[in-house]
């Protein structure tokens, strides 16, 4: 079955406490991204990869950091998590940035 | 810069009843334009979609007119389901923004209730 796959669905964690959320593909895509989702905003960017070794910022990029070594795993990094990160995260894949985009089903973290 | 706008949910409809989300967009040239469906406790699934002017992506009964003229893509369907209660998402891809990312409106919550 053609999937995104997120882990951990759900985390609370304390200020300061590095944490990463995995995503994996199944579908051989090379465009990779993450998003996050709060209310009244709809989702925001915050990185994307377009191939391994290929990463670029999104919109809202501060605080988070990615990486893309190898075409199916794309995983997002908070090396010092804060309370303004709470949020509902989503990862997304396609062949081409211009395709639609398959999602995971959400991370959700609260930072205390 | 390319920006969508939606109608503020929350709709709330009886079963059987017409759907209309409205949406409209910003952007320079061409973009394409996609509707996206959230199930409660999921994520995003791609509804519809249409790259052009004047094409009508349909799927489930869901229909969205591309029209350049009023810049807008709104979200339609003839007889809604309690099924169909979910958050829907107007999406814009490109040009001016660049195809490597989609930009979202705020979502709409839809209520159906039998």
């Known amino acids: 079955e053609a999937q995104v796959t997120q882990n951990p669905r759900y985390l609370i964690t304390v200020t300061g406490k590095k944490l990463t959320v995995t995503c994996s593909q199944n579908?051989?895509?090379?465009?990779m991204s993450w998003y996050r989702q709060d209310p009244g905003l709809g989702l925001r960017q915050i990185y994307y990869s377009m191939n391994v070794e290929v990463t670029d910022k999104g919109d809202v990029p501060e605080g988070y950091k990615v990486s893309r070594k190898e075409k199916r795993n794309f995983p997002l990094i908070l090396e010092s998590p804060s309370p303004n990160q709470t949020s509902l995260y989503f990862c997304?894949?396609?062949?081409?940035?211009?395709?639609?985009?398959?999602f995971g089903d959400g991370t959700r973290l609260s930072i205390l | 810069g390319n920006s969508v706008t939606q109608m503020e949910g929350p709709v709330t409809l009886s079963e059987e009843a017409f759907l209309t989300i409205n949406c409209t967009y910003t952007a320079t040239g061409y973009p394409s334009l996609f509707w996206y469906v959230q199930y409660p406790g999921e994520g995003l699934q791609l509804l519809l979609k249409a790259t052009k002017a004047d094409d009508k992506g349909s799927n489930k009964g869901f229909e969205a007119t591309y029209r350049k003229e009023t810049t807008s893509f709104h979200l339609e369907k003839g007889s809604v389901q309690v099924s169909d209660s979910a958050v829907y998402f107007c999406?814009?891809?490109?040009?001016?923004?660049?195809?490597?990312?989609?930009?979202f409106g705020a979502g709409t919550r839809l209520a159906v209730h039998p």
């Open positions: 579908m051989n895509h090379e465009y």
């Open positions: 997304a894949s396609s062949f081409t940035g211009n395709q639609p985009q398959h």
């Open positions: 999406a814009l891809s490109g040009p001016s923004g660049g195809y490597n990312k989609l930009i």
